[in-house]
């Protein structure tokens, strides 16, 4: 009778084990934990967040450097901002600069009018781009001898690819010649081509002369008051300076004034491929077309639709797409590093200050909290800004001098008009 027990609980056992066997085999691996939640986009609508350069990964002890350099080589630089992951990290004015003036964006106009093309796109203003420009801007028929004008697009003017002449004449360069016509827009149309549009690369001022044209007739407003509604309002810019030719049509190529804290939120809208405070404010495709190569200029430079391209990236930054205006002004994107760089500045070459700036940023995490190095960069901020005459009386127990007329005390410093 023993047996039979021991028998019997012995094979009670084996099958309890192999249930258990089978059921561990059987029961499925326990989930990965979760990703930890994406951070809230911060949009600077109605002002920029500030942080510490260390919070966004960013080294206040190189930037500090970077800001002593540039003071020590006297580089023409008027301000210099950088923003990352949504917070400003660094917001430099260099006198006779200063915070809260505008600043002449020269070239960087031409991406601002591109952009607008994009939300006039979203409005239906203006659809294929493919569509010939001709009919729309023509007062009176084209040359003769410029049949190829026919076939000009508005995507051959917004990828510098139009052929149409930008040459000097009689001394006078391109610019010159035209500000000194009546009726800039027929000006620049009126230039012959010499090229098929769309065969080459060649910037010239008067693709985006045109293209500003275009908006006003499509829109029934200037690019300017087109812009101030449906793409500066909604970003929260408000001081601005555009003007306009006898004509009403905003210079196109140039001249356009905003405030360096501006500029950088036109860089962060690029940024987020047209998206603002969640709002598809220029259509995706637009912005992908825009941020794709149009035109070849080098072996590491393409042009977009009015936004230069460095794939390979340059000034020791990674690949990133770029605003440009002569004389220094540049607003950089730099994707990999969800990140915008802000420069103005006079007679300044900007990769000097990107090449300074860029080693500042090589980490993707945030960094050990500086505070040392976060006060000594604030301090070399703050006298950056200030007057030499008044540095010199804070040593010296000086008063600093007066300005000679209240005016000079008024008036921002602005850089001169230039084009590029």
């Avoid at 203003?125 to 420009?133: E, M």
């Avoid at 090589?362 to 000594?376: E, I, K, S, T």
Wanted: net charge negative; glycine share 6%; proline share 8%.
């Amino acid at each position: 009778m023993g047996r039979v027990h021991t028998a019997a609980a012995r094979f009670a056992f084996f099958c309890a084990a192999t249930l258990t066997i089978a059921s561990c085999a059987t029961t499925p691996p326990p989930p990965p934990p979760a990703p930890p939640p994406k951070a809230a986009t911060v949009w600077p609508t109605k002002g920029w967040h500030t942080s510490a350069p260390e919070a966004q990964g960013v080294d206040s002890n190189w930037l500090a450097y970077a800001i002593q350099t540039i003071q020590w080589k006297h580089l023409p630089v008027h301000s210099l901002l950088i923003e990352r992951h949504g917070s400003i990290v660094l917001d430099a004015y260099f006198r006779p600069f200063g915070d809260n003036q505008l600043h002449d964006v020269a070239s960087v106009t031409k991406s601002v009018v591109s952009t607008l093309v994009g939300i006039a796109q979203a409005k239906q203003q203006i659809t294929d781009l493919n569509t010939p420009v001709l009919p729309v801007l023509a007062t009176a028929a084209a040359p003769e001898n410029d049949a190829r004008k026919a076939h000009l697009t508005l995507a051959h003017l917004l990828s510098m690819t139009s052929g149409l002449d930008c040459s000097d004449k009689d001394g006078q360069n391109f610019l010159e010649q035209m500000e000194s016509s009546p009726h800039w827009s027929a000006f620049a149309l009126d230039r012959p081509e010499t090229a098929d549009p769309g065969a080459q690369f060649n910037y010239c001022a008067v693709n985006m002369e045109l293209v500003s044209a275009l908006l006003s007739r499509k829109t029934g407003t200037s690019a300017g008051d087109f812009a101030q509604r449906e793409l500066f309002w909604p970003l929260g810019i408000h001081y601005l300076y555009w003007p306009v030719d006898g004509d009403g049509v905003s210079h196109g190529f140039a001249d356009l004034k905003l405030q360096p804290r501006d500029m950088a939120k036109l860089g962060y809208l690029w940024l987020h491929h047209g998206v603002w405070e969640d709002r598809q404010l220029v259509p995706a495709s637009y912005v992908d077309a825009a941020l794709s190569p149009q035109a070849n200029v080098s072996a590491n430079v393409k042009y977009g639709y009015g936004i230069w391209l460095y794939p390979n990236g340059r000034a020791g930054c990674p690949a990133d797409f770029e605003a440009n205006g002569n004389g220094g002004q540049r607003i950089a994107v730099i994707p990999s590093k969800d990140m915008v760089v802000v420069i103005t500045g006079s007679g300044l070459n900007a990769d000097d200050v990107m090449s300074l700036v860029a080693p500042a940023w090589r980490w993707d995490h945030a960094l050990v909290p500086n505070p040392q190095g976060d006060a000594r960069l604030a301090a070399l901020v703050a006298q950056s800004a200030t007057p030499a005459d008044a540095q010199w009386a804070a040593t010296t127990g000086a008063q600093p001098a007066a300005a000679t007329t209240p005016a000079a005390q008024a008036t921002p410093a602005q850089a001169s008009p230039t084009h590029s």
